[in-house]
């Protein structure tokens, strides 16, 4: 699915790919995102006892889409993505404990708010069109991300 975006998805997410959760970029907008899973037995967080992921996990896929949205913006802007920071989630609900295997998940976020270095996004997990979860996260991407680590200095 991701071959018909303009980026791979290892150009817009600047994570380890052992750490990328995701597996298709389905669409990255100017305010929104789409992003697919597919839960198989080698995924990260593949619980054999469960059958599945557990539902806490799309905190996680719903950041790492943000982070895919914020990275194409970065990309149209001719600048590499960069590193940002999950402040935080509120009201997230999950309609299943399990995304079960074999199930193809998409996960869509629309950012509602900017100001500055942080944003919020409201986000949903689906299946099929089913809602299996949704919630609000708050995010911050610094301007100098070393800087704000103190790398050097």
């Known amino acids: ?3 018909s975006f303009e980026w791979q998805l290892a150009e817009l997410v600047p994570h380890k790919a052992s750490l990328s959760l995701l597996d298709d970029v389905l669409e990255a907008g100017n305010e929104d995102a789409r992003a697919g899973v597919r839960i198989a037995e080698d995924s990260l ?4 006892s469960l059958g ?3 539902a806490y996990a799309g905190i996680e896929y719903m950041a790492q889409t943000i982070a895919m949205f914020a990275g194409a913006e ?3 802007a001719g600048k590499p993505p960069a590193v940002g920071f999950l402040l935080g989630t509120r009201r997230f609900t999950a309609h299943v404990p399990v995304y079960k295997l074999g199930a ?9 708010l900017r100001d500055d270095q942080m944003a919020a996004f409201s986000c949903t997990i689906c299946e099929n069109g089913t809602p ?4 609000r996260l708050s995010v911050f991407q610094p301007r100098d991300v070393e800087e704000f680590l103190g790398v050097n200095g």
Do not use: H, K, N
């Open 45 to 48: 967080l593949y619980d054999r």
């Open 74 to 76: 970065a990309r149209r």
């Open 104 to 112: 193809y998940l998409e996960i869509a976020v629309t950012q509602d």
């Open 1 to 3: 699915m991701s071959a």
């Open 52 to 54: 599945g992921v557990p």
């Open 132 to 135: 299996l979860a949704e919630a």
